[in-house]
């Protein structure tokens, strides 16, 4: 990430901003209730990095996912997905910004389960009104493509999260969040599953934050940072 570089297949320099939060604060509840999730937070994700975020329960990942991922509106401060302030947007407006710019992965994938594998990449493009990337090379590149006609049932839980990641994708997000991908997954898929998001990343040019507690995988990450109390900091 020292060098500027761009991106085969989207031709975004890496250096561009995908993801930014300045001075974010969400708070819960008035008066004597109020709980402080997110404590002025600013974080820079760029295009083709990926971020983990550590950090003991209740500390405000999950808050953090929320707000980026247009989910939740912060009580202050400014969120921009590439050159979009959210602030701007009304809730019509940020659906569509969701659909189109964010690709959301969780703990198990969340697949629908009627459907096979190539059929959870091919309704994205519907749902969008956007071609996207071409769901078999991506199947392919995300190591599913002699799954492509399983349903879900019929997967292993690193499987899923394949395809999961894959479904996530496929509609070029420019910023990609990730909750808990190996919370379900045994020490060998979890690795499998990191090194494979930190690949998806780096290719796609996508900016993505992974919250997890899982501290084996933080070596295919590019950066660490830790919430404590709705903060971030560096992780040791
Ligand atoms: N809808 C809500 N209403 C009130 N308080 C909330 C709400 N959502 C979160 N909180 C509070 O905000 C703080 C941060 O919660 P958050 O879920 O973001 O933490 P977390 O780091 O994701 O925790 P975990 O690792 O357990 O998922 C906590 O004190 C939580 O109780």
Do not use: W, Y
């Amino acid at each position: 990430m020292n060098h500027p570089t761009t991106d085969t297949r989207s031709d975004t320099p890496r250096t561009a901003t995908g993801l930014s939060l300045r001075d974010v604060v969400l708070t819960f509840g008035d008066g004597d209730q109020t709980v402080t999730a997110l404590d002025h937070v600013d974080l820079d994700v760029a295009r083709g990095e990926i971020v983990a975020i550590v950090g003991p329960s209740g500390a405000g990942k999950s808050s953090l996912l929320a707000v980026a991922g247009a989910l939740t509106v912060p009580t202050s401060g400014t969120v921009r997905v590439g050159e979009t302030d959210l602030s701007g947007l009304n809730r019509r407006r940020l659906a569509a910004l969701r659909r189109e710019q964010i690709g959301f992965v969780f703990q198990s994938g969340n697949l629908l389960p009627a459907l096979t594998a190539r059929d959870q990449l091919r309704l994205v493009p519907r749902i969008t009104g956007r071609p996207g990337r071409d769901p078999d090379a991506l199947l392919d590149a995300v190591g599913m493509s002699h799954r492509a006609d399983k349903r879900p049932g019929r997967l292993s839980g690193g499987e899923r999260q394949r395809v999961g990641i894959a479904r996530a994708l496929v509609g070029e997000p420019a910023v990609l969040l990730v909750d808990e991908p190996t919370a379900a997954l045994d020490r060998a898929r979890s690795q499998e599953i990191v090194a494979l998001l930190a690949r998806e990343t780096h290719e796609a040019g996508v900016a993505t934050i992974m919250v997890t507690h899982d501290h084996d995988v933080l070596g295919h990450c590019d950066r660490v940072l830790e919430m404590v109390d709705g903060a971030l900091h560096p992780h040791d």
